[in-house]
């Protein structure tokens, strides 16, 4: 059913991005509109009858879910309308649009859209389709870990991103029912973990308030099917923070040529930072999606640069006097570290009268190597200031 809309997902190996581990990539990102939640839209639709087919959906979403409603409801010979948070990158206000979907804007977070979507739906007699705690939805999604059983049956361990829960809750049903030895790890960003919180606490929770670049998975309160799924068949939920995730997206760039979106990369964030025991394991870290805002792209590939030391900034007390530049620079360069940036400014009271403040930005390999120019500069005299 589902094979004439979407594309089966390349599994990929990854190996320089987890060395510990033998990792591989399900690259969901690559998925019709870039990203799982085509498959539960579409499935849940495909099952509703023809007088409900008639009136149509609604649905609610923070982009991604919004897209594959709008794909799935085209197929179908549907009309659809998408609540979307007013906060929700235009690229993917913009697709949802391109698609055939109504979209309408609502202040706030993914649950004030949802509250919109609730009313509209009861005025309009429209089917809701819930992003992720419907079972049918949860069904679709379930198909991502049938695929990847039967691309890679040796798998060990499954990383799989958490939002509200309908990926997860599918993928992990999926495959403790034809293997419960494989564990199934869940990540949630930091700043969103509702789920995390809903397990440790053994009750839904629902957040006061939410802050990640993940989008994908900013969601206050999980279903209770999903809770139940999640308690039932995932073996842990962790947490990522934003630098970490960001520092995963630069990864899949530079060391995979994929972009992903905050929410996809968190599970590879998970494993990069061994927040989940895969060392010597066959691992599957699924990237969810790939709608990242390009806006927004350089200030996460310049946090994932500071994360993984690539990039640092150097604070150098110094006298002011002919030749000070020229002597860190070189130690600088002898290294193989790359200034950037530098602003020079006079010491500021309390300080040495003939003092000054040297602050460079300089790209480096790593954090290894930031260290060895530090003590290179120490070495010589000069006096950092952190």
């Known amino acids: 059913m589902l094979r004439s809309v979407i594309r089966k997902t390349d599994l990929i190996q990854a190996p320089k991005l987890c060395p510990d581990c033998d990792l591989y990539l399900k690259t969901e990102n690559l998925q019709v509109t870039g990203s799982f939640k085509v498959r539960g839209a579409y499935y849940m639709m495909s099952q509703l009858t023809p007088e409900e087919k008639a009136c149509g959906v609604i649905a609610c979403s923070a982009g991604n879910h919004a897209q594959g409603v709008a794909l799935a409801a085209a197929k179908n010979g549907m009309k659809a309308l998408i609540c979307l948070p007013d906060g929700a990158p235009i690229s993917k206000v913009e697709a949802t649009k391109s698609y055939g979907a109504e979209v309408c804007m609502v202040k706030g977070i993914y649950d004030d859209a949802y509250k919109k979507a609730v009313e509209l739906q009861k005025e309009q007699n429209s089917t809701f389709v819930h992003p992720f705690d419907n079972e049918n939805v949860i069904a679709g999604q379930g198909t991502i870990g049938l695929e990847i059983l039967d691309q890679m049956s040796d798998v060990d361990a499954v990383i799989v991103p958490v939002g509200g829960g309908g990926l997860i809750s599918g993928v992990a049903f999926a495959i403790k029912q034809l293997n419960p030895k494989i564990q199934v790890y869940g990540v949630q960003a930091s700043g969103a973990a509702s789920m995390f919180q809903s397990i440790h606490n053994d009750q839904i929770t629902c957040l006061d308030s939410i802050s990640t670049i993940a989008d994908g998975i900013a969601v206050k309160?999980?279903?209770?099917?999903?809770?139940a799924y999640v308690k039932q068949y995932v073996d842990?939920?962790?947490?990522?923070?934003?630098?970490?995730?960001?520092?995963?997206?630069?990864?899949l760039i530079e060391k995979q040529k994929l972009i992903a979106e905050g929410a996809g990369a968190a599970s590879v964030a998970a494993a990069m930072f061994h927040k989940v025991p895969v060392e010597g394991k066959k691992v599957v870290c699924l990237v969810s999606g790939g709608n990242i805002d390009v806006t927004i792209l350089s200030r996460v590939i310049k946090r994932g640069l500071l994360m993984s030391g690539r990039s640092c900034m150097l604070n150098i007390e110094l006298l002011d006097k002919p030749g000070q530049l020229k002597d860190v620079s070189r130690i600088i360069a002898d290294l193989g570290g790359n200034v950037v940036s530098i602003h020079h400014e006079r010491a500021s009271e309390g300080s040495d009268i003939n003092g000054c403040f040297l602050r460079i930005t300089m790209e480096a390999r790593d954090f290894a190597h930031i260290q060895q120019i530090r003590d290179a500069l120490m070495a010589e005299g000069f006096h950092l200031v952190d």
Not at 222 to 227: Q, S, Y
Not at 236 to 251: F, G, N, Q, R
Request: proline share 9%; hydrophobic share 45%; aromatic share 4%.
């Open 236 to 251: 842990d939920i962790v947490t990522v923070t934003d630098d970490e995730i960001s520092a995963a997206i630069l990864a």
């Open 221 to 227: 309160e999980p279903g209770p099917h999903t809770f």
